[in-house]
């Protein structure tokens, strides 16, 4: 197995939080096998030696929430490309999204709801047919039937009927089925949401106590997690209190709400860039979206800074998640992590665990992935500017000097 040593860099431990300067990295195949002072590596038997003079090395980061077959043009006129496009066209254009983010360090992604047929594109980035991200996907969400109004031709409603259930039993088959398909974890909706159908409301729950408890049971005996969409205080509560692992979006949460959370260790995705949108959107994109649609962003923006200051305040721990493609193309997940320092308060530091260690742990991947220590896997990039000094040098690719992928750089 190839060795590779980087040599004499400064490495920012997720764990501490902060920059550890004049270390040294040995990576045998796809693993990292050995951190510490440069003076107590020895060298000799590399393969490859990269001098991280004046550099830093932090861990791959980490999306939790993306949509990859989508693109953000592809929002605009939803209906009619879902109906014009062939079912190939969905993994090829995720195979696309999916390398973008290895350019600007993002070497992990959850995806929270995409075609199914992006388990093979899972498989073919783990055989390395292509050089690609890991992923860990959702594939088809779970939703309510009645969540959302069927409407259109009759090709768009039987789209739409596959995606919402009725019942404990409808939902424990539905949580079978997406795990037969190759989901990792589940996604599902516990209240309505912006861009879902006319009558979606945001402020209604959608779930009944039993069939969400059956859901997350029925997740959980079969070795996965659920993640639920929620935008307001009823829907999170109780998706907190069904066993959820995490919370996505969570615009507007009551004190009690995040009590329950940090008690139960419910994860906060904030997705701050695609639900502030509204707010930076050019008059061109607001044209194009229905009015109760714009009327549900703006209600959303206007609530999610404050409510998740809150959350962060009081302890609910916080992993980095953007829902791209619906803020701009993707891979604007560097920008998720300015707006977790203008808008929730952190720092640098405390938005870079954001991006790494929390979401690992969102993941339940803590022990491989999200820092850098001997066993975990070499996902990692060297950087030749200081992040922690100003992490916007994270939204210029040229900060970025190789991506390495289990091991790997292009
Ligand atoms: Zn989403």
Same mark, same amino acid.
């Given at each position: 197995?190839r060795?590779?040593? $980087?040599k004499?860099i400064s490495?920012?431990?997720s764990?501490l939080?902060?920059? *550890?300067? /004049?270390?040294s990295?040995?990576?045998?195949?796809?693993?990292?096998?050995?951190v /510490?002072?440069?003076s107590d590596?020895?060298?000799?038997s590399?393969?490859r +030696? $990269?001098?991280g003079?004046?550099k830093?090395l932090?861990p791959?980061?980490?999306d939790?929430h993306v %949509?990859?077959?989508?693109?953000h043009s592809l929002?605009?006129?939803?209906?009619?490309e879902?109906?014009?496009?062939?079912?190939?066209w969905? =993994?090829?254009t995720?195979?696309?999204?999916? &390398?973008?983010y290895?350019k600007y360090?993002f070497?992990?992604l959850?995806?929270c709801?995409?075609?199914k047929?992006l388990?093979s594109l899972?498989?073919a980035?783990?055989?390395g047919?292509?050089r690609g991200p890991?992923?860990?996907?959702a594939?088809?969400t @779970?939703g &309510? #039937?009645g969540?959302?109004? #069927?409407?259109?031709?009759q090709?768009w409603?039987?789209?739409?009927?596959? !995606?919402? *259930?009725?019942? +404990?039993? /409808? *939902?424990?088959?539905a949580?079978r089925?997406r795990k037969s398909?190759?989901?990792?974890?589940?996604?599902?909706?516990?209240t309505?949401?912006?861009l %879902? /159908?006319?009558?979606?409301?945001?402020n209604?729950t959608?779930w009944?106590e039993d069939?969400l408890?059956?859901?997350?049971s029925e997740?959980?005996?079969?070795?996965?997690?659920?993640?639920?969409h929620?935008?307001?205080d !009823?829907?999170?509560r109780?998706a907190?209190?069904a066993?959820v692992?995490s $919370?996505?979006?969570?615009?507007?949460?009551s004190?009690?709400?995040?009590?329950?959370?940090?008690k139960?260790?419910t994860?906060?995705?904030?997705? &701050?860039?695609?639900?502030?949108?509204?707010d930076r959107?050019?008059e061109?994109?607001?044209?194009?979206l229905p009015?109760?649609? @714009?009327k549900?962003?703006k209600?959303?923006s206007?609530k999610?800074?404050?409510? %998740?200051?809150i959350?962060?305040?009081?302890? *609910?721990?916080?992993?980095?998640?953007?829902d791209?493609? +619906?803020?701009g193309e993707h891979? %604007?997940?560097?920008?998720?992590?300015q707006?977790?320092i203008?808008?929730?308060?952190?720092?640098p530091a405390q938005?870079?665990? =954001?991006?790494?260690?929390?979401?690992?742990?969102v993941?339940?991947?803590e022990?491989? $992935?999200?820092n850098?220590?001997e066993?975990y896997?070499?996902?990692f990039?060297i950087?030749?500017?200081?992040?922690l000094?100003?992490i916007?040098?994270l939204? !210029?690719?040229d900060?970025?000097?190789k991506?390495f992928?289990?091991?790997n750089? =292009?």
């Amino acid at each position: 197995m190839r060795n590779i040593a $980087i040599k004499d860099i400064s490495i920012f431990d997720s764990a501490l939080g902060k920059m *550890v300067e /004049g270390q040294s990295v040995m990576v045998t195949g796809e693993s990292i096998t050995k951190v /510490g002072d440069s003076s107590d590596i020895d060298s000799g038997s590399e393969d490859r +030696v $990269i001098d991280g003079t004046g550099k830093f090395l932090i861990p791959g980061m980490i999306d939790l929430h993306v %949509h990859l077959s989508f693109t953000h043009s592809l929002m605009k006129n939803f209906e009619r490309e879902m109906l014009r496009r062939k079912d190939a066209w969905w =993994a090829y254009t995720a195979l696309k999204n999916a &390398q973008e983010y290895l350019k600007y360090g993002f070497t992990t992604l959850r995806g929270c709801g995409s075609s199914k047929h992006l388990a093979s594109l899972k498989e073919a980035f783990n055989e390395g047919m292509f050089r690609g991200p890991r992923l860990k996907l959702a594939l088809r969400t @779970i939703g &309510q #039937l009645g969540n959302q109004e #069927l409407y259109g031709p009759q090709e768009w409603i039987d789209v739409s009927k596959t !995606q919402g *259930v009725s019942g +404990v039993e /409808g *939902v424990i088959a539905a949580v079978r089925e997406r795990k037969s398909e190759g989901s990792d974890h589940i996604k599902t909706t516990t209240t309505g949401g912006v861009l %879902h /159908g006319k009558e979606s409301d945001v402020n209604r729950t959608l779930w009944r106590e039993d069939e969400l408890k059956a859901m997350v049971s029925e997740t959980e005996r079969l070795g996965m997690y659920v993640a639920a969409h929620a935008h307001t205080d !009823q829907g999170i509560r109780e998706a907190s209190l069904a066993g959820v692992r995490s $919370i996505e979006h969570g615009t507007m949460m009551s004190e009690e709400t995040i009590d329950e959370m940090v008690k139960r260790n419910t994860y906060l995705v904030p997705t &701050q860039s695609a639900g502030t949108f509204i707010d930076r959107a050019d008059e061109s994109v607001k044209k194009q979206l229905p009015p109760e649609v @714009i009327k549900k962003w703006k209600f959303v923006s206007s609530k999610m800074v404050e409510s %998740h200051k809150i959350a962060f305040e009081k302890g *609910v721990i916080i992993g980095l998640g953007t829902d791209a493609p +619906v803020a701009g193309e993707h891979c %604007h997940s560097p920008l998720e992590l300015q707006l977790m320092i203008r808008n929730v308060g952190m720092t640098p530091a405390q938005a870079l665990q =954001a991006a790494t260690i929390n979401a690992a742990k969102v993941m339940r991947m803590e022990e491989q $992935i999200g820092n850098i220590r001997e066993g975990y896997s070499a996902d990692f990039s060297i950087v030749n500017k200081n992040p922690l000094e100003d992490i916007s040098v994270l939204s !210029q690719e040229d900060t970025f000097e190789k991506v390495f992928i289990k091991g790997n750089s =292009a």
